[in-house]
DNA sequence: CATAAATTGTCAAGTTATTGTATAGATTTA
DNA sequence: TAAATCTATACAATAACTTGACAATTTATG
C-alpha cells in the first residue's frame, strides 16, 4: 500500500472539491486572495491538502454558509487555532487509497471500537482525523459515535470488555461529542431547549447526541443531563420558560417513572411542548402510550426531526 | 494579544439583521443618528460587528419592543455599560489600561455564577469568550472553574439552588472543561497517565481539572472518570502499562476503599507510580497515612507539579 | 384641542467592496 | 496521450456603503 514509506496525508484538489462542496476556482481564488489553507504543493506545483487542511476548509465553508464573509471566516478560524479552540485532527499516516472512495461508515465505526477496546488512543485520535476530514460532526454523531457508543454498552453487558474499557472509551467519545456541542454562537435568540434524563436514569450519551444536533442547528440548548427529579425540573421550566422539554429514558424503571410528569408540570406557565424517547420505549413499546406528551421517535435523527418540526409550527 | 474573543469585530451585516431581527436599514440609521453600536469597518469599509455589539444590539431591541424609544434605549445601554453592570468593558478599551487592571478572577467567577445560577447561558457564553481572551484555559481551569464547581456543590448543599440548577451549571463548566482536554497540542508519545476516581466515587470534577491540566502540558492521558472498581482497573493497568495512576476520592468511603489498592494493583507489571488525591484527605487527614502511595497534596495545581516532578525523575 | 416639531423606520439612486466563475494557454500527472 | 491542474486575467453577481428624502408616529407647544 504504502510504496515510499513517507506518506504524508496530502489529497488532491480534486478529492478536495468532491468532499467539501467548495469548487476548485473557487479553492484557487481563496488561496489567491487569503492565502487559504495554503496547501502544500507536488514537485509539479500540484496543491496538496492535508486533513488539516480540509477540517480548516470545512469549518470555513460552515461559517460562509450561515452568512459570514470568507475574508472573516478564514480570520477567525485563525485566531481560534492559534488559541487551540477550534479542533483540528493531527497530522496522521493515511494512506492513498483514501484518494479514490471515502471510507465507508461501518467500517469506521469498527476500526473506531477496536482501537478503544485496545485502548490505543493515538489510533484513536488519528481514525478521528480521518473522519473529520471527509464527514460533518453530524454526521459522525448519528453514523459512528452513536452506533459505537450502543456497541461499548452491549460489549460490557456480554463481558467482553471491562468497566475500566467501558470507561475510557465511553469518556473518549463524550468527550468529542461535547466539542462540538461547544463551538459556534448561539445565532438564534429566543427561547431554549431544555434536555433531562428521566428521574434516576444514569445513561446520557442519547441526550447528548440530541444536544450536539440541535446545538449545531443553531438552537439554544440548556443541557440538564442524568437524574433530574420532577421537582426540580418544574421549578427550574417555570423559570427560564423553555420552548420544550426533552425528556429521555434508556432503563425501564426511569422510563415509568416518566408518566407521571404532569402531576409536576402541567402546572408551569409557558406550556412548553413536552417530548420523550430513548430506548426504553422501543424495548417496552406499550409504555410509549402510557406517558403523556409527544414521543419522539426511535431514532435519533428521528426525534431530531420530530423536535424541530413541532418547534418550527409553534414559532409561526 | 488575541484578537478571538467576543470583542473581535468578525460579523458582517447580514449576519448581523438575520440574528437581531433588526433591518439593514435601520442598522444604518442607528449607527448615523445615535452612533451605535459603533462597529468596527473592514479596509473596504464595511461595518464589521463584533459578538458584544449584538449582545448591545439585542438589549437594546428588546427594550424598544417593550416601549422604550431607541434614542433612550441607547442613553440607557451607555449609562448601564459605564456602570460595568451590562457589559464588561471590550478589548480595545481594557488594553489601553494598564496591564495589571485585568478583570480580577474573584469578580469573574462571582459573573459567571450568577449568569449560570440565573440560567442565562448566552451571557455565560459571553463571559467565557471574554476570560479566554485574557486568560489561558490552564488558569481558567484553576481560578475560575475550579473554585465555581466548589461554590456550586455548597449552593446546593445549602439549599441555595435546586438540583436541577446544579445540573445545568455544572455541565455547562464540565463541558468546557472536556473541550479543553480534547483541544490543543499533540500529546508526546510514550505511556499514559491514567486518571480514575475511587470505587464508588461519582464526583469527576476534580479529576476532570487534572486531566485538563496534564493534557495541555503534552501528557498523554487515558481518562476513566468516575467510581472503578479495582479489579477492572488492575486489567487496565496491565494491559496499558501506564507511567503512573491516579485515584482521587472526594467523599470518605470511596477515600477509605482506596486503602485496598495494593492488594489488587500491586503484582501487575510495569509498577506505575501510584498518586491519591481529594477532597475526602483535606476533610479527614488521617487517611493519608492509611492509603499507601504517594499523597499527591491539597489543591490542584499542588497535585500536577508534584506527579509531573515525579514523572521527570523517573524519565530520566 | 389643534398644530408644530421631533423622532423614527423605510426607500431609492448611484457607487464601491467582496466574492464566485469563466476563459485561455502552459504544465503536470496517471 | 488524455485528463487534471496550474497561473493569470477578466467579468458578473451579490452585498454593502452613503446620502438624501419622505411618510408615519410620537411628543411638545400654543
Redesign the pocket.
Known sequence: MDKSGSASPLY????VTRVTGV????????E??YGFPDAAR??????LYSEKDIARLRWVKSQ?DSGL????AVIAARALEANGRLFLPNESEASQKSQSSRIAFPSLRESLLDALFHHNLPRADQLMGEMLAFYSPEDLTLEVIGPALNAIGEAWEQGHITIATEHLATNYLRHRLLMWMVTGLTPRSGDSIVLACAPGELHEGSLLMLGVLLRRKGWPVAYLGQNVPFHDLAKFIDDIHPSAVVLVAICEEPARALTDWPHWINQVGGHPIIGFGGRAFIVHPELQGMVPGVYLGTSISEGMTNLVSLLQRIEK
Not at 488532491?12 to 478529492?15: A, W
Not at 469548487?23 to 481563496?30: E, N, R
Not at 507536488?42 to 496543491?47: I, L, P, V, W
Request: glycine content about 12%.
Open positions: 488532491n484538489i480534486g478529492v469548487p476548485i476556482a473557487t479553492l484557487h481564488a481563496w489567491r486572495r507536488s514537485a509539479g506545483g500540484h496543491r460562509v464573509t470568507v475574508s472573516r
